[in-house]
C-alpha cells in the first residue's frame, strides 16, 4: 500500500469494477491519506481524522465491492455490516459496539491463522518427533511394540542405559514416515474432545458485550478435554502439527498487532444507512431509528470500546457507508452523524454498456466464471460478441420493468441462459459449444416478454 498512488489504486480498482470513476476516486484519497498521515509527527498524527464517506447509489451497482476490493489491496482489517441489524441501548438485538467487536475478533484470527502458517515447517518437524517418539518410546530400549513389525529391530547398548540401535532405528522410522510407508498404519493419540462448551447458552448480545472473556475464564478453571483415539499416522502428523503451530503462535503478540491494526488501518463498511435515516412516524415502544443513528455517532466520531482483546479507539478507523436512499435521502440523517461523513458520492446506475464491460472485462468476470466451470466437464464454451451484447441488452429491460438490481441481475440472466448446459454437462457429447445472439434470444426472450413471468423468473 505504500507505494500505491491513488492513481494506481483506482488502476487496480478498475480491474474487478467496471465505471463509477468518481467513487473509486473518493476511496483512493482517502486511503493514501492515512499513508500520509503516517509519514507525519506522532502529536499531529493524532489530531488527523480519516474522512469518512457516503457511497449513494441503487442496488448492484458496486458500492460494496469497492470496500472489499480496497481492503484486500491493502491487505486492511475489514468487516461489513448492515446498519438495520443494530437497535439502539436497551432493546433486544445487537448495539453498535459489537462491530468494533466483530472487526477485532476477526483480525485475530487472521493473523493468527499467518502466525500458524508461517511456523508451519518447525512444527511439522516438532510434530514429526512426537510420532516418532509414540512408536519408539525412548524409555523402551528395543522399541519392540513397533520395530519388530517393521523388521528393523537392532541390539546394544551403551552406558547412558539407552540401546546404541535405538538412534538407527528412530531414523529407519523418520524414513519410512517422511516416505508415507507409515501413512495407514494406526497410533493411539490424545486428541482435544469437541464437546460444544456450555457458556454458549450466552448470545451475541449476552455476556460477550461486556468484553468478557468466558470461554478462557472457565477454561482455565475446567481440565482440558481429551481422549485416546486410534488414528492413522497421516492424519495424526496434521492434528499434531496444528496443535504444535499453535503453542508456537505468541496470543499477546497477535492480540497486540489486531488491536493496534484495527485502530490504524481498520476499514467498516456500513450497509444500508438509509434504513435507519428519516423521521420517525410512530410512537410508543419501538426502536427508534433516530436512537440507532446517536449510537452509532459516538463510534464513528471517536471513542474507546472495551473488547475482550483490550480497548479499541475507534478514532482512526475509517468508515464507509453506502445506502440506495431512495425513500430517505442524506440530509434525513442526524446533523451530528452527516458531519462525521464529509465526503458524499453519487454511483451511476449501469446501462447496456456497462453491463458488456462488467461480463467480459473484470479479472473475474462473470462470462470467464461459466467457460471455467464448464472446462472441468471437458466442455469448452464460447460466446460471442453480439450474444454478451444481447445478455446485456436484456439485464436493462428487465431491470427496467421490474426492480432494478443492477448488475446482479446478470447473474440471473446467466444461470438460466445455461441451466440446461451446466445441468446436462457431464453426458454432453459435443465438447464445444458456441452461444451467439439467436440462442440468447431463443432462451431468454419468451420469458422477458411475458411481464409476469419475468417478475417471478428473473
Do not use: C
Request: net charge negative; no cysteine; hydrophobic share 40%.
Amino acid at each position: 500500500m505504500n507505494d500505491l498512488k491513488p492513481s494506481q489504486i483506482v488502476t487496480e480498482l478498475d480491474k474487478y469494477i467496471i465505471g463509477q470513476k468518481d467513487a473509486k476516486k473518493s476511496v483512493a484519497i482517502a486511503l493514501r491519506n492515512r499513508w500520509r498521515r503516517r509519514q507525519l509527527e506522532k502529536d499531529l498524527q493524532e489530531e488527523i481524522a480519516p474522512k469518512n464517506i457516503i457511497l449513494i447509489g441503487p442496488t448492484g451497482v458496486g458500492k460494496t465491492e469497492i470496500a472489499r476490493r480496497l481492503a484486500n489491496l491493502t491487505d486492511s482489517p475489514f468487516y461489513k455490516v448492515e446498519a438495520s441489524k443494530f437497535t439502539e441501548v436497551g432493546y433486544v438485538g445487537r448495539d453498535v459496539e459489537s462491530m468494533i467487536r466483530d472487526i477485532v475478533e476477526l483480525t485475530v484470527n487472521n493473523l493468527k491463522a499467518r502466525q500458524q502458517e508461517a511456523v508451519q515447517e518447525k512444527a511439522a518437524r516438532m510434530a514429526e518427533e512426537r510420532i516418532l517418539d509414540i512408536l519408539l518410546p525412548p524409555q523402551s530400549p528395543s522399541g519392540a511394540d513397533i520395530s519388530n513389525d517393521l523388521d528393523i529391530v537392532e541390539t546394544g547398548a551403551n552406558r547412558d542405559g539407552t540401546t546404541a540401535a535405538n538412534a538407527s532405528t528412530r531414523e529407519k522410522l523418520r524414513k519410512m514416515l517422511r516416505n508415507g510407508k507409515l501413512d495407514s498404519r494406526q497410533i493411539d493419540l490424545e486428541v482435544a474432545a469437541n464437546t460444544s462448551p456450555m457458556v454458549e447458552i450466552f448470545s451475541n448480545t449476552g455476556i460477550e458485550e461486556m468484553g468478557i472473556n468466558v470461554k478462557d475464564m472457565l477454561g482455565n478453571l475446567m481440565p482440558k478435554n481429551t481422549k485416546r483415539r486410534k488414528i492413522k499416522i497421516k492424519e495424526a502428523l496434521k492434528l499434531v502439527t496444528q496443535e504444535e503451530a499453535a503453542h508456537l503462535v505468541d496470543m499477546e503478540q497477535v492480540k497486540n498487532d489486531a488491536v493496534s491494526m484495527v485502530e490504524q488501518s481498520g476499514i467498516i463498511f456500513i450497509d444500508e444507512i438509509d434504513k435507519i435515516a428519516g423521521k420517525e412516524k410512530s410512537h410508543g415502544p419501538e426502536v427508534s431509528k433516530e436512537g440507532v443513528q446517536r449510537d452509532l455517532l459516538p463510534i464513528v466520531e471517536g471513542s474507546t470500546v472495551p473488547t475482550k482483546y483490550g480497548t479499541v479507539k475507534t478514532d482512526h478507523i475509517l468508515f464507509i457507508a453506502s445506502g440506495a436512499f431512495h425513500v430517505s435521502k442524506p440530509s434525513d440523517l442526524i446533523p451530528e452523524l452527516q458531519g462525521r461523513f464529509p465526503i458524499r458520492v453519487e454511483l451511476n446506475s449501469l446501462g447496456a454498456h456497462e453491463f458488456t464491460r462488467i461480463l467480459t472485462e473484470p479479472k473475474n468476470a462473470l462470462v470467464l466464471q461459466y467457460i471455467a466451470l464448464l472446462r472441468t466437464e471437458g466442455i469448452e464454451i464460447e460466446f460471442t460478441g453480439d450474444a454478451v451484447e444481447k445478455i446485456a441488452s436484456i439485464a436493462v429491460e428487465v431491470n427496467a420493468s421490474t426492480e432494478n438490481i443492477g448488475a446482479r441481475r446478470l447473474h440471473t440472466l446467466m444461470e438460466k441462459l445455461l441451466e440446461d448446459f451446466l445441468f446436462q454437462a457431464p453426458d454432453i457429447d459435443e465438447k464445444k459449444i458456441v452461444i451467439d445472439a439467436g440462442f440468447v434470444e431463443e432462451q431468454l426472450m419468451t420469458i422477458v416478454r411475458n411481464e409476469d413471468l419475468s417478475r417471478y423468473i428473473l
